[in-house]
């Protein structure tokens, strides 16, 4: 069977939007049996922001060449199957999307290898910082300065130990704090970023901008970076969330509130302290939390 998408599909972000929608396809197709070990599968994933996502930059683990006398396109089975929220909002789901992941996908040699060029060691702590049009949309997240998740990130370090510091942001104005902060321990991987904070999803660019690929492969390697921590602090963002889904045994906490009950988003222990002034910044940025009741 064929599955595939269309660019007017999906048009909202990678792991948002796109692969988990995948993932819960399949698994509930798992789940029913309509497909095994046997299936021969092959993907063809396209999406507005980011071309076509498979096999280009996520490859299938299995090469299919077959008579695609069945097609399923994502989205209108999702809708048909009524399959909206098939993973739980709960830490076991990491799991069982890991699972699938693993059983279909690898990533493309360049993400790879990219991803070995950072060194990142297993007592590494990784810090994403979601700024832009997260900061401006209350129906999703409170606003979160970047002062204050500097501040939240002091904070973890008077208390912990850590080798290196992996951070990722939107905005480039948040990466040169850091690197002002921590020269001697932060670790970035080079792309293009917002230059400033604004009410508008930095990767929406990707849809006209001529080094999309290069886009799309930096936000995948954030995110995979980040699954090699072995401590991800984050604000509201399904990037760092799915950085479980790779690995789930990382700890993954947030410091900004998801209101929507969308796995894995939402799925993220709250950041822990004794400081009184960073539990006053937490109260008001965890408010409406879906999943930290």
């Given amino acids: 069977m064929l599955i595939y998408s ?7 972000g990678i792991f948002g939007q796109c692969l988990i929608h995948l993932l819960e396809v399949l698994y509930y197709m798992e789940n029913n049996n309509l497909i095994n070990n046997d299936t021969n599968i092959k993907f063809d994933i396209n999406t507005l922001n980011n071309g076509n996502l498979i096999p280009t930059f996520i490859k299938p683990k299995n090469i299919c060449k077959i008579d695609e006398n069945v097609k399923i396109n994502v989205k209108k089975y999702k809708s048909e199957k009524r399959i909206d929220a098939y993973f739980a909002l709960n830490t076991q789901s990491f799991y069982k999307a890991n699972e699938i992941f693993n059983r279909y996908f690898i990533f493309n040699d360049f ?5 070995s060029n950072l060194n990142i060691s297993n007592n590494s702590v990784g810090i994403h910082y979601r700024g832009t049009d997260k900061n401006y949309d209350r129906g999703q997240a409170n606003p979160i300065t970047q002062d204050e998740m500097l501040l939240i990130i002091e904070d973890y370090f008077k208390n912990n130990t850590i080798d290196k510091i992996y951070c990722c942001s939107d905005e480039q104005t948040f990466i040169d704090k850091m ?9 970035v991987y080079n792309q293009l970023r917002s230059d400033n904070s604004n009410n508008y999803g930095f990767f929406r660019i990707g849809n006209n901008h001529p080094n ?4 799309t492969n930096a936000s995948i390697i954030d995110m995979l970076a980040l699954s090699n921590c072995k401590t991800v602090i984050k604000s509201s963002s399904a990037l760092s969330s799915f950085s479980k889904i790779i690995n789930p045994y990382i700890n993954l906490y947030t410091v900004c509130a998801m209101k929507c009950g969308w796995f894995p988003t939402a799925v993220a222990e709250i950041y822990k302290t004794d400081s009184e002034d960073i539990k006053n910044i937490l109260k008001r940025t965890m408010k409406g939390d879906t999943y930290n009741k």
Avoid: M
Avoid at 6 to 12: A, I, N, P, V
Avoid at 111 to 115: F, R, V
């Fill in 6 to 12: 269309e660019s007017k599909d999906f048009t909202e």
């Fill in 111 to 115: 993400i790879t290898k990219e991803i």
């Fill in 179 to 187: 690197s002002l902060e921590y020269p001697d321990k932060i670790i």
């Fill in 212 to 215: 999309r690929d290069d886009l």
